[in-house]
């Protein structure tokens, strides 16, 4: 089974409209995003949600303040996630990212179970901000592409609130 599909990142995607709850933990998502810049970190955050509203995780990145290129928020999020909840449980949660999720974090998102993704900036408004620079630049595939490719389904909601999610991104990249 495929992925379901919001929108079609070939470009400058509209704004998917939300519901209040998930407006609600995509803005913790994006404060999270602004406490990693405030720490010295690439802007990004992420806040995992179970089906019944419990709060399962919050993350953000981290990889300035601890020398781990891994250490993305949704990937820091499902580490906190594994092995203390359960695959039916994640299969029924959402992920809230502050930006689209990267190639490794869809991958960590796929492998943990997660079954639903909502998500503020894009990639592709991202890379506006990153600039050309080598060391900014990300592996140019939508977390759609990664999600597509798994045998169960995980639903995949953005961009969204696209002008807050921006914010942290302001004046953070080098030309």
């Keep these: ?3 379901l599909m919001s929108a079609h990142p070939a470009s400058f995607d509209d704004p998917t409209p939300i519901n209040d709850t998930d407006g609600t933990y995509l803005r913790q998502a994006i404060v ?4 990693a810049r405030a720490r010295g970190n690439r802007p990004f955050g992420a806040v995992v949600v179970g089906a019944g509203g419990e709060l399962l ?3 953000y990145c981290n990889t300035t303040e601890t020398g781990d290129c891994t250490g993305h928020a949704e990937t820091n999020a499902v580490r906190q996630l594994s092995p203390r909840v359960g695959r039916d449980a994640l299969a029924k949660a959402t992920l809230y990212s502050s930006a689209e ?5 869809a991958g960590a998102i796929f492998w943990s179970g997660i079954g639903r993704v909502v998500f503020g900036i894009d990639a592709v408004r991202l890379r506006v901000y990153r600039g050309e620079r080598a060391e900014q630049r990300d592996a140019e595939l939508s977390c759609r592409d990664v999600f597509a490719a798994s045998p169960h389904s995980i639903e995949c909601i953005g961009p969204a609130l696209i002008e807050e999610a921006s914010v942290p991104h302001i004046g953070f990249w080098k030309a």
């Design 1 to 3: 089974m495929h992925a």
């Design 57 to 59: 995780a919050e993350a």
């Design 32 to 35: 999270w995003s602004c406490t």
């Design 101 to 105: 999720p990267c190639v490794m974090c």
